[in-house]
């Protein structure tokens, strides 16, 4: 049984930090990602890593903003989000794919509760 577990959102002013964490039970995958859904929007990609290692992947709106990084040990991966902008309301998902390199929602198998980031001007 697998099961993420995503924490860390909350109410930030623009141009503040928030970290969330998702805690993986089960297994390892190859790719572990962080995706986005506001209202009325469909739910877009944000970032991806591996367990074993490579190249963080972002989208191009949050790159030099936001950076994942994980910790083995613990199964859980984190996303640091800087200079947060009021377009990066939503709530966030992590999620956990046996591909590599994925960036597609419907690539990915499981998925965590969601927790919600609200970013006020």
């Known amino acids: 049984q697998v099961q993420l577990v995503e924490s860390g959102g909350g109410l930030v002013q623009a141009g503040g930090s928030l970290r969330l964490s998702c805690a993986a039970s089960?297994?390892?995958?190859?790719?572990m990602g962080w995706f986005r859904q506001a209202p009325g929007k469909e739910r877009e990609f944000v970032a991806r890593?591996?367990?074993?290692?490579?190249?963080?992947d972002y989208a191009d709106s949050v790159k030099g903003r936001f950076s994942i990084s994980r910790d083995n040990a613990k199964y859980t991966m984190y996303l640091q989000m800087n200079s947060l902008k009021p377009e990066d309301t939503a709530v966030y998902y992590c999620a956990a794919s046996p591909g590599a390199f994925v960036r597609l929602a419907s690539q990915y198998d499981y998925w965590g509760q969601g927790t919600q980031v609200t970013v006020s001007s």
């Open positions: 089960g297994r390892a995958f190859r790719s």
């Open positions: 890593d591996s367990w074993s290692g490579g190249v963080p």
